[in-house]
């Protein structure tokens, strides 16, 4: 069921605009950071316990 959207004064947005607006970009840095902050704490942890063992 479609209604008459001019009547509301508002436009349908393309399925391009919606992804834009929910976050398309959005979620894809968090998961680049979120990714990135896990690299460096493993690579802090590695460290560590090699310290531990050789040092």
Do not use: N, Q
Not at 23 to 35: D, H, I, K, Q, S
Not at 39 to 49: D, H, L
């Amino acid at each position: 069921m479609k209604e008459d959207m001019s009547t509301y004064g508002v436009t349908e947005l393309l399925p391009e605009e919606a992804s834009a607006i929910s976050g398309g970009l959005f979620w894809g840095v968090v998961w680049a950071a979120v990714t990135l902050l896990a690299f460096v704490a493993s690579t802090i942890a590695e460290g560590a316990v090699r310290y531990k063992i050789h040092g």
